[in-house]
């Protein structure tokens, strides 16, 4: 089973999630297409990946699925469910009747089809079933994206720009009136603001710079957080969760204190600052944030250093907070004590702690390659960092839904 898959969020104009491409790492037995070895002779081995756990990687959204032509013809594509899965087609220079007629099957199942790299009018059979079109914005011109646009828009067809990087790509993406996205514009500042922090989020910042001390002075951070009952009640309802089971109810910072020690009430909020920081934009941004913290939090012990996970954990939990905020790295890294070889990685500079960083930037991305080089340098096995990814994506989606539940009248303004 190919055990390492990242995932590449599909967003709107707005930067909400429609859906994930999952992104197995090539070579080995991959998890589709289905493996002729099954118990019924033409069988499947869909099942190495099972549905549950490609639910989980989507996080419930729609997960796109590169489909070869045996899985699609040889209708194993079908094991999966219709309403989660868009069977993901790529272009062919001359589509045979058998794949047109298989893509024509699925779709009256109802599975959503989508053509990828489409790029000339050979390939139309296919480009007429598709539900969804991904197009690479750096291979058409403008002129032949848009008149690509508008012949299959008013169709219903849902049109996606591929490879989009930058903010710039974005907005001429919107303007030429793509459907979706996908690239890694999301972790791309917009131009930063002139002005400070809100004084709404300023609380936020205050709390998080107290917890980034090498040691945490309770009393300015109970006085910080008393300011902000929004805060307060996070943090307790957090505490006081089925996750850490404490025996007796958390009722004040100073008892969480007791109870934790420094280290982890450090990370936890931490991790409830960065979040609210991050309320009122794309909530990819926060989740993306929560992931690598967790990621680089849990490889800490593998590196021999289970003492600073904490600072592990503020390593890829600050990693795109210049994106948050909109505001340069280094002023937001000029007001927070953080340790100074974590403050050199998120600034860029090479140490340690910036190929720890990205390594887990590599996986995120699917970039197995410099993955696998970053793994060796850290002297890390790589098959206990694709069970640890999967594991930071459960922690931050069990914290999002819990985010999800709070009630409304308690949630941060």
């Known amino acids: 089973m190919n055990r390492f898959i990242a995932r590449s969020p599909i967003l709107d104009r707005f930067e909400k999630v429609y859906g994930y491409e999952l992104l197995p790492r090539p070579g080995g037995e991959e998890i589709w297409p289905p493996k002729n ?10 099942a190495a990946l099972t549905f549950e756990e490609m639910e989980k990687l989507a996080d419930g959204t729609r997960a796109f699925v590169k489909c070869s032509r045996e ?35 699925l779709k009256d199942a109802g599975f959503r089809i989508a053509l990828q790299n489409y790029t000339g009018a050979w ?16 291979a058409l011109t403008d002129r032949a994206q848009w008149l690509f646009i508008r012949k299959y828009r008013p169709k219903g067809t849902m049109i996606v720009a591929e490879k989009v990087e930058t903010r710039t790509q974005l907005q001429a993406a919107v303007q030429q009136g793509f459907t979706y996205f996908q690239g890694h514009f999301y972790l791309k500042a917009q131009p930063y603001s002139a002005y400070e922090v809100t004084p709404a989020k300023l609380v936020y910042l205050l ?5 980034t001390r090498p040691e945490i002075d309770i009393e300015e951070v109970t006085r910080t957080i008393k300011h902000d009952l929004a805060l307060s009640y996070k943090l307790l309802r957090f505490l006081n ?31 409830i600052s960065v979040a609210a920081l991050g309320e009122g934009g794309p909530p990819i941004l926060v989740a993306t944030a929560l992931i690598r913290g967790a990621f680089c ?10 003492k600073r996970q904490s600072d592990y954990f503020f390593l890829g939990l600050l990693s795109s907070i210049d994106v948050l905020l909109r505001r340069p790295m280094r002023v937001i890294l000029g007001e927070l004590p953080i340790a100074p070889d974590v403050r050199d990685a998120l600034m860029g500079e090479q140490n340690r702690m910036r190929d720890v960083l990205q390594a887990v930037l590599s996986y995120e991305q699917g970039n197995w390659e410099d993955f696998s080089l970053l793994a ?21 989606r069990e914290l999002t839904q819990a985010e999800k539940d709070e009630p409304a009248e308690i949630k941060c303004s």
């Open 37 to 46: 070895d099954g118990p019924t002779g033409g069988g499947v081995s869909l």
């Open 241 to 271: 969760s089925a996750r850490f089971a404490f025996h007796s109810q958390i009722k004040s910072i100073r008892h969480a204190l007791l109870l934790l020690g420094q280290n982890e009430l450090r990370k936890w909020i931490g991790l």
């Open 376 to 396: 060796s340098k850290l002297a890390l096995q790589e098959d206990k960092l694709c069970d640890l990814y999967r594991q930071a994506l459960q922690w931050s």
């Open 297 to 306: 939090e849990y490889l800490a012990p593998l590196l021999g250093e289970a």
């Open 207 to 211: 709390v998080l710079g107290a917890v």
């Open 123 to 138: 390939e139309e059979p296919l480009a007429e079933l598709a539900d969804i079109i991904k197009l690479d914005v750096t």
């Open 71 to 105: 899985a699609l013809i040889g209708g194993y594509a079908a094991c999966w469910p219709a309403d989660q899965v868009v069977m993901e087609v790529r272009a062919s220079r001359e589509p045979d009747p058998q794949l047109v007629a298989a893509c024509r099957e």
